[in-house]
């Protein structure tokens, strides 16, 4: 250990014993940014970066189990990411499902896939569906895994959802135009009966949400990190928390 690591695992151990727990968000979204630019400022390949972001993600957990969070969603693959070339989507989708395995053989956690999976390859898809069915009744934080994942895909799917719901009930087209709102969308959300993040992480230093949880982060709170994914430290996260806990909610209000 060198003399920086030593300097930051004090200062972090200080942030972790002034936290209140008290006012830990229960939710928390993560926008997994710049393993790319890790790469390249590393000399290495994109492969090796989206590596070093998956190897990150268990050490992200293990900080989320002590401080009490409850839910952590990861964007680990947008819609928009199926524009890029096969020479590294290929190697890309492989890692998520070793990591999406590996979460899942951990046995500390419980794996929901959000995202559409009819735009994912059959693999990817067979990886995703027994990673949940395997940790159904895990009794530890709740991780979405948002792969194959866009906000407005996911709005449109849940009015696909509701519409075709209702017309399996008979419902009339003058009956359900009624009865909309925005709690009977909700409920047909990837995200249904979860409760809303409360704070978004996103690393990087890219102060946009990209798409991320359009509906359900009406009212989360934002946290940019300059940092990119694979460098993230745990000094970094409770910097977060501490941060969080320090603004004062008004949900608009």
Known sequence: MNLRDLVYGLYARRVEARLDHTQVPKHIGVILDGNRRWAKASGGTAAQGHQAGADKIKELLGWCSETDVEVVTLWLLSTDNFDRPASELTPLLGIIENTVRDLAADGRWRVHHVGTLDLLPADTQTVLKEAEQATVDVDGILVNVAVGYGGRQEIADAVRSLLLDHSAKGTSFED?????????????????????????IRTSGEQRLSGFMLWQTAHSEYYFCEVFWPAFRKVDFLRALRDYAARGRRYGG
């Not at 359900?176 to 409760?195: C, K, M, N």
């Open 176 to 200: 359900l135009a009624e009865i909309v709102s925005t709690d009977l969308i909700s409920e047909h959300l990837y995200t249904r009966g979860q409760p809303d993040p409360d704070l978004v």
